[in-house]
Nanobody
Framework: QVQLVESGGGLVQPGGSLRLSCAVS????????MAWYRQAPGKQRELVAA???????TYVDFVKGRFTISRDNAKNTVYLQMTSLKPGDTAVYYC??????????????WGQGTPVTVSS
């Protein structure tokens, strides 16, 4: 009923940039929080950045100044602009959203993940 389609991952050299996108569609009335998480091999999934509907943002320390989260509420899409990428940023990046379904209940959804590899 609700689909999240991620795109934008790939292979990039250290110092490079990538822009991830996550488009949400389906039977939703409104989208509250939108966030990006990542999971590196052998590690737990961790929050990278989050953005509320009012524009309030949260960043974890290791991406501050390098990553920027943004959203287009008209397109139900969240973006993650990543710059100055480091090998330690290599991970699968997941979109996460909290939505108000048309049935008036709140749900949390995850994207399928998009891999990002930072390597020379």
């Amino acid at each position: 009923q609700v689909q999240l389609v991620e795109s934008g991952g790939g292979l990039v050299q250290p110092g490079g940039s990538l822009r991830l996108s996550c488009a949400v569609s389906g039977n939703i009335f409104s989208i509250y929080d939108m966030a990006w998480y990542r999971q590196a091999p052998g590690k737990q999934r961790e929050l990278v950045a989050a953005m509320g509907r009012n524009g309030t943002t949260t960043y974890v320390d290791f991406v501050k100044g390098r990553f920027t989260i943004s959203r287009d509420n008209a397109k139900n899409t969240v973006y993650l602009q990543m710059t100055s990428l480091k090998p330690g940023d290599t991970a699968v990046y997941y979109c996460n959203v909290r939505v108000l379904h048309i049935n008036k209940y709140e749900y949390e959804y995850w994207g399928q993940g998009t891999p990002v590899t930072v390597s020379s």
